[in-house]
């Protein structure tokens, strides 16, 4: 595991974030995903060790650390915060860059140098000169440069234009390709988590809902327009949403397993048409309660 929160709980003043028991698997990318304060962004930062859980603990590849996290584990973990740190605003990216130079021995200036140009960012301009957008840009080269074991991305591609969107992507799936590196990401953007997530970890007020593997929750949920018996409709197993839609058909949600197939069938009720439900629906119904059946938290 990349890390491993056992019981962990950050108390706040509106509601705690945990207990969180989680397993990061090493190597993967995993969406951390919920709604605006959620808690996620306390989560990343626990990872980073900025701030302490009040209870349990957290394990990072196997060990935990009652003091700060040595220095070699901390160099090993690439970090782009929500909102940019104030203290580096008044220097340019070069000099920023030459500082990280030293504080990371993997530091890569060669893969720096490919990053700014890639993502078009002016090297001597002072950074808090910079659009959100360049400075958004500028820490995802930076902290890709470092070349990281464990890399903490608190929404990046917030004020990304749409082709700095691709090029994250491609990026972040190029990071994966031959290296021992995992990536746990906060996100709004639900084409992020389709793009690039091995892993969903659902967060919603303070409690982690849990992880499940993003391929086994497509397919999970069916919508069905059908017609027929509604009485026997009101029976049926798996179903969370019934509806009319429209003077003969009715508009079901179902878990797609192989019992609504059926009990369709033993009941006489015609299935219309149907479609899989889309990913954000899915979340969805699994923030009111219709948890995955292949749940790995
Ligand atoms: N420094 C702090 N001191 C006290 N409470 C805080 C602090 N930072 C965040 N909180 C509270 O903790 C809760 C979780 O906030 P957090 O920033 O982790 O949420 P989030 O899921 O990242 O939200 P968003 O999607 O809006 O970025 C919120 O209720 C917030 O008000």
Excluded at 65 to 70: L, S
Excluded at 255 to 262: P, V
Aim: include cysteine; hydrophobic fraction near 40%; glycine fraction near 8%.
């Amino acid at each position: 595991m990349a890390i491993e929160f056992r019981g962990a709980i950050k108390e706040r003043r509106r509601h705690s974030i945990g207990p969180i028991n989680l397993n990061i698997p090493r190597g993967y990318i995993v969406a951390l995903v919920g709604s605006n304060g959620s808690g996620k962004s306390t989560m990343m930062n626990m990872m980073l060790q900025t701030i302490r859980p009040d209870q349990g603990s957290i394990h990072w590849y196997g060990e935990t650390f009652n003091g700060e996290m040595p220095l070699t584990l901390r160099q090993k973990i690439g970090y782009v915060p929500e909102v940019s740190i104030a203290e580096e605003s008044h220097l340019t990216a070069d000099a920023v860059a030459e500082f990280r130079s030293y504080w990371y021995p993997s530091w890569d200036g060669v893969r720096f140098d490919e990053l700014m140009q890639r993502f078009r960012v002016p090297r001597n301009e002072r950074l808090n000169r910079m659009s959100k957008g360049e400075r958004r840009k500028f820490e995802i080269a930076a902290v890709l440069a470092a070349r990281p074991k464990l890399l903490l991305l608190d929404e990046p591609s917030s004020g990304l234009d749409p082709f700095a969107w691709g090029d994250l992507i491609d990026e972040l799936q190029a990071c994966m390709e031959n290296e021992d590196v995992t990536i746990v990401l906060s996100t709004h953007i639900v084409d992020e988590v389709k793009r690039l997530a091995d892993y969903i970890i659902l967060v919603d007020e303070g409690r982690v809902l849990g992880m499940a593997e993003k391929d086994s929750l497509y397919g999970s949920w069916k919508e069905l327009w059908v017609q027929g018996d509604l009485e026997a409709l009101g029976k049926m197993p798996g179903v969370v949403k019934c509806d009319p839609d429209g003077p003969s058909l009715t508009r079901i949600t179902v878990r797609d397993n192989e019992h609504w197939n059926k009990y369709l069938a033993a009941s006489g009720i015609q299935v219309v048409k149907s479609r899989a439900l889309e990913l954000e629906e899915i979340l969805r119904l699994w923030i009111e309660g219709h948890k995955p059946e292949e749940l790995l938290a």
